[in-house]
């Protein structure tokens, strides 16, 4: 039987443009020495952030938005992952202003970029999902992390175990841990 070990890690941030170098860094931190992807995630996660600044409810007084990394540090001999989620607060009352050209460019380098992406809209939030793999770092480590939680049943192989870190928060009612998106990429 296959063990899946995830890391996951969840932080949420005020939301205002200073703070996206913050998200980035956090982000980087959060992945593998060594992560060949790391210079993608960073403009993605960078990009994500920036929308839910300048294009949600999260970039008005007091709003805030929070970005979540899965990480599957050799999830298979050949691959490892990491999932990445930046949750807003919606639609902004009054949209952002742009010049011309500038419609979705980010968005746009977030699907060349990403392996898979989806973003998720209800009255409440919007949920920007996306996930990059890379192929395995012979020897790496993934980093200090506390003891791991199984989150699926036996009936289920391969059983997925997530390690938390301790800056991590809880999943909100009624949300799992990176299955949502299993079936659209074929993953």
């Given at each position: 039987?296959?063990v899946?070990?995830?890391l996951?890690?969840e932080?949420a941030?005020?939301?205002?443009?200073?703070?996206?170098a913050?998200?980035?860094?956090?982000?980087?931190s959060?992945l593998?020495?060594?992560?060949?992807r790391?210079?993608?995630?960073?403009?993605v996660?960078?990009?994500?952030?920036?929308?839910?600044?300048?294009h949600?409810?999260?970039?008005?007084?007091?709003?805030?938005?929070?970005?979540?990394?899965?990480v599957?540090?050799?999830?298979?001999?050949?691959?490892?992952?990491v999932?990445?989620?930046?949750?807003?607060?919606?639609?902004?009352?009054?949209?952002?202003?742009?010049?011309?050209?500038?419609?979705?460019?980010?968005?746009?380098?977030?699907?060349?970029?990403?392996?898979?992406?989806?973003?998720?809209?209800?009255?409440?939030?919007?949920?920007a999902?996306?996930?990059l793999d890379?192929?395995?770092?012979t020897?790496?480590?993934?980093?200090?992390?506390?003891?791991?939680?199984?989150?699926?049943g036996?009936?289920?192989?391969?059983?997925?175990?997530?390690?938390?870190?301790p800056?991590?928060?809880?999943?909100?009612p009624?949300?799992?841990?990176?299955?949502?998106?299993?079936?659209e990429?074929?993953?």
């Amino acid at each position: 039987m296959a063990v899946i070990v995830t890391l996951a890690y969840e932080r949420a941030f005020p939301g205002a443009p200073d703070r996206v170098a913050e998200v980035r860094s956090w982000t980087l931190s959060c992945l593998p020495a060594g992560c060949p992807r790391a210079d993608d995630v960073a403009v993605v996660v960078s990009e994500l952030a920036t929308n839910a600044v300048l294009h949600s409810a999260s970039g008005a007084a007091n709003g805030r938005f929070t970005v979540r990394a899965e990480v599957e540090p050799g999830s298979t001999p050949e691959a490892g992952t990491v999932a990445l989620t930046c949750t807003d607060q919606g639609p902004a009352l009054v949209p952002a202003s742009r010049g011309e050209g500038e419609y979705q460019r980010g968005l746009v380098l977030v699907r060349e970029l990403a392996d898979a992406y989806e973003v998720t809209v209800t009255e409440a939030c919007r949920a920007a999902w996306c996930r990059l793999d890379w192929p395995v770092i012979t020897g790496a480590h993934p980093g200090p992390h506390t003891a791991a939680q199984q989150v699926s049943g036996p009936a289920h192989p391969p059983h997925k175990i997530t390690a938390h870190a301790p800056h991590t928060a809880a999943h909100a009612p009624g949300e799992r841990a990176g299955g949502r998106h299993a079936q659209e990429d074929g993953r």
